[in-house]
């Protein structure tokens, strides 16, 4: 479970990061990189034969390399979409629905064939697939480089406040999305790390657990698509209302794993844990726009990726260990359900707080074109009360 949590955690942690990188140097060259570090930490991982190396080997290098690679792919998009960008990115992540669907079956029959150590290093081929898609990034919004150097082959860094920019933090909506989300996620992978020793727990080794990858990885992808779309139909910041849906499904579905002693019941809670899996996902990117416009949404998403490292990295070995003391894992679940509930009460408050934002910021330029239009009646009666004075002095 450390292993498991450090590299899921290690993604998000390296987030801001990534965007400081990708504004400085560019989409492609960012995920050229991360691809090659990830192949080097994957292929290295393959090699170790005992469990203390892939703390660096996989928890750390693969899972940075990871970070470095998906972010831009993510930042890209916002490059070529604007209208449309909700369905895009429901898209574009569904490709990793995808390879859930696909992968859990091909890593079983590479297990029995040829073992754990070339099972990891076939995957390092496809991590080298990802070195050479990155490649095809071609930005068409000016990065730092190009903005500070000039001309090419001159390169200098920006000031540090355009490096870190930390001004998205000054948005109050921004603010409150940035730690809510963290908040729900203590719970939020929880699931997804213990779920399948949970079914080998209570149903012995008989039921295929690679079935419930299936129905995640399906219904996640399917809700990519279609909340991405829906997502393009709702204005502003009430997008979240999407992820607020989403909390409380999983939340609520998370809590009724203990409660399922019939595999067809644990079916049923995947399809539905995976269909608002995909509505979480899809939307971030969105609702990063809206909040803090196109300009600071690279280093928004980013921040927000690194806060999410810190739950995602603690909650699942706090499961794991509540596990070990209690021997069952229903404890675990009841507890992991109870912060997506909190997380999406406080981003119910985000709506709210971004239109009086919008208010205020529509009330400044009013104020100024009226004590404007003041001073420009004050300055006409003035100019009309001297005209008949200077008449008289002239006429005298």
Known sequence: AWVNSLSMGMVFFCSPV???????FGCRKVAVIGAAVGFVGLLSSSFVSTIEPLYFTYGILFA?????????????????????????????????????????????????SVGLYNTLRVLSILIFILFLAGFTYKPLV????????????????????????????????????????????????VPYVHLMKHVKDRFGDSMPEEVLLLCLGITSGVGRLVFGRVADYIPGAKKVYLQVASFFFIGLMSMMIPLCHVFGGLIAVC??????????ICIMAPI????????????????????MSIPMTVGPPIAGLLRD??????????????????GGAILCFIPWVHERQKLKERAKPVDG?????MLEKESTLSDTAEKPVKEMESGF
Request: with cysteine.
């Open 271 to 280: 399809l539905f844990m995976g269909l608002f899996d995909g509505c979480f």
């Open 288 to 307: 990063a726009f809206e909040l803090v416009g196109a300009q600071d949404v690279s280093q928004a998403i980013g921040f927000l990726l690194g806060l």
């Open 142 to 189: 000016c990065n730092a480089k190009d903005k500070e150097g000039g001309k090419k082959g001159k390169f200098r860094f920006p000031p540090g406040k355009n490096i870190c920019n930390f001004s998205v933090f000054k948005v109050l909506s921004y603010r409150i999305w940035a730690f809510g989300i963290p908040a729900a996620l203590f719970g939020y992978f």
């Open 18 to 24: 990534v965007s400081i990188f990708t504004d400085l």
């Open 369 to 373: 074109e009226t004590t404007e239009k």
């Open 325 to 342: 003391r209690l021997g069952t894992y229903d404890v675990a679940f009841y507890l992991a359900g109870v912060p997506p509930l909190i």
């Open 64 to 112: 940075c390399g990871c970070s470095f690679a998906y972010q831009p792919s993510l930042v890209i998009l916002g490059h070529y979409f604007k209208k449309r960008l909700g369905l895009v990115n429901g898209i574009v992540t569904a490709g990793s629905s995808l390879f859930t669907v696909s992968l859990p079956f091909l890593l079983r029959v590479l297990l029995y």
